[in-house]
């Protein structure tokens, strides 16, 4: 069985003589590049990470675990993630 996304797609490559094209979803189209961390929690409080991302944090500092789950968002803004830990601005 093929999905109707699968179907969609052949259809435009059939249409557009064998050129391939990739579909974005409204998460990936949404994605925005970040000035600061300042302007990422204006849209995202405690943060954004990709997927299955945890706080890296020291002694008994509790890990923030309500941080947005956005791969896209995240990709966009990695350089925001300053101990690399695959969460952007996490904030408690």
């Known amino acids: 069985m093929v999905s ?3 179907r969609g797609a052949l259809a435009l490559t059939l249409a557009f003589g064998g050129s ?3 579909a974005v979803g409204p998460a990936e189209a949404a994605a925005k ?8 929690r204006k849209v995202y409080k405690h943060g954004v990470g990709k997927k299955g ?3 890296k944090v020291r002694g008994t500092t509790k890990p923030v675990t309500n941080f947005t789950v956005n791969n896209a968002v995240y990709a966009k803004n990695t350089r925001l993630d300053r101990d690399k830990d695959g969460i952007a601005c996490e904030k408690r």
């Not at 590049?33 to 990422?40: A, D, G, P, R, V």
């Open 4 to 6: 109707r996304l699968a």
């Open 53 to 55: 991302a945890k706080d």
């Open 33 to 40: 590049q970040y000035k600061n961390c300042t302007e990422l």
């Open 20 to 22: 391939t094209f990739v």
